[in-house]
């Protein structure tokens, strides 16, 4: 199987980059960060769904490349209780 992954590499860094880009103009005094929930929400969900798709890929029959997210695992969401 071939699978290319760039692009969901590619989102992945994108929005890795996009919240430290937050966290980081939200530092306060170099030691507390105030930021928003709807600031951070995007990046965090769109950064958890790239996690899942990589974690769930597998290659048939090569025990090196296998899917590390278990039928009972649960990738945690940011804010469950948020609206929406």
Request: charged share 25%; hydrophobic share 35%; glycine share 8%.
């Amino acid at each position: 199987m071939n699978v290319d992954f760039n692009n969901v590499r590619k989102a992945a860094l994108s929005n890795f980059n996009h919240l430290v880009d937050v966290l980081n103009a939200g530092i306060c005094n170099g030691r507390y960060i105030n930021v928003s929930t709807e600031s951070i929400t995007p990046s965090l969900d769109n950064l958890r769904s790239c996690l899942v798709g990589i974690a769930c890929t597998y290659n048939e029959g090569d025990p090196e490349f296998v899917c590390v997210l278990g039928e009972d695992d649960h990738v945690k969401e940011f804010n469950p209780e948020r609206d929406g």
